[in-house]
C-alpha cells in the first residue's frame, strides 16, 4: 500500500510537471506562462478582484500574486484601480486586449487537454475529471483546517 501511496504522489507531480511545461510552450506566443494563466481566468470571471482575492483563489502568497499581476500589467493583460476610501487596496481588471486574446488561449488550452486526453474515452473522462474535482476539494480543506 506505501508504494501505492508513493506512485500515487509521484504520478500527480509527474502529470502536473509535464503539463506546465507543455502549458508554457503553448502560452509563450502570447507571452505568459502556466503560473500567470490562473490571474487570467480568475479575473475573467471576477474582474474587480483585490490582490488578496487572488492570493487567496489561486493560493500563492501575495508577493507571487503582486509578481505576476504585475507582469500582466506590463504585458497591457490588466490595469488596476484604486478602492474608493483606501488608496492601499486596487481593484483589477482585464485589458482589451486580454478580452481580445481569452477566446484564443482557451482554445489553445483545449487542444492541450485533448491531446493529453486522447486516450480516454467520454466516461473515463468523466469520472477522472469528478475524482480530481474530489481530491482537490478535499486538499483544500485540509489546507484551510490548517490556516
Known amino acids: ?40 481566468f480568475i479575473l475573467e470571471r471576477n474582474e474587480g478582484a483585490s490582490l488578496h482575492e487572488l492570493s487567496r483563489k489561486i493560493g500563492n502568497d501575495k508577493a507571487m500574486t503582486t509578481r505576476t499581476i504585475k507582469r500582466l500589467i506590463e504585458l497591457d493583460y490588466a490595469y488596476k484601480v484604486g478602492k474608493e476610501g483606501d488608496c492601499r487596496a486596487y481593484q483589477l481588471f482585464l485589458t482589451a486586449k486580454a478580452k481580445g486574446l481569452l477566446p484564443q488561449i482557451h482554445g489553445e488550452i483545449q487542444k492541450m487537454v485533448d491531446l493529453v486526453t486522447a486516450d480516454l474515452s467520454p466516461e473515463e473522462k468523466e469520472v477522472t475529471l469528478a475524482s480530481m474535482k474530489k481530491i482537490f476539494m478535499r486538499t483544500l480543506q485540509l489546507r484551510d483546517e490548517e490556516e
Open 1 to 40: 500500500m506505501e508504494i501505492e501511496n508513493m506512485h500515487f504522489i509521484m504520478l500527480n507531480n509527474k502529470i502536473f510537471r509535464n503539463n506546465q511545461i507543455q502549458l508554457d510552450k503553448v502560452l509563450k506566443k502570447f507571452d505568459l506562462t502556466s503560473g500567470s494563466m490562473p490571474y487570467l
